[in-house]
């Protein structure tokens, strides 16, 4: 599956951004995608992570938990991240991922682990200045 993201601005602290990534595939009851972030000189780490296999699933790393929100529009092929309350921490650029092993945990077992998230995009930069 190709991978686009989109979204990312260069913002103050305190605002929102809405990130998207646009699939070339999607199959509505059997994707599992995921956004990772990579700040300057810093290794990739898991942001958010959204499945429909075997049952609908969000999971979120501790620092999103309650700022940022993953979603999907099936019918656009479209997975969404709403990122509220930003701060220069979030810094970063962002990529959305997919093509894990197929399994409901997907999510939950690799979503800090991009070693096992087969597809990705080129990627999208979020600056937050304080």
């Known amino acids: 599956v190709q991978l686009v993201e989109s979204g990312g601005h260069s913002v103050q602290a305190g605002e929102s951004l809405r990130l998207s990534c646009a699939a070339s595939e999607f199959s509505a009851d059997d994707y599992a995608i995921a956004w990772f972030r990579q700040a300057p000189g810093k290794g990739r780490e898991g942001v958010a992570c959204?499945?429909?296999?075997?049952?609908?699933?969000?999971f979120y790393a501790d620092f999103a938990e309650r700022r940022f929100t993953i979603s999907s529009d099936t019918a656009r092929n479209t997975i969404y991240l709403q990122m509220n309350n930003l701060v220069p921490e979030d810094t970063a650029v962002y990529y959305c991922e997919a093509d894990p092993p197929k399994s409901w945990l997907a999510c939950q077992n690799y979503y800090n682990d991009d070693r096992f998230w087969h597809s990705w995009g080129r990627g999208t930069q979020v600056t937050v200045s304080a």
């Open positions: 959204i499945s429909s296999i075997s049952r609908p699933t969000t």
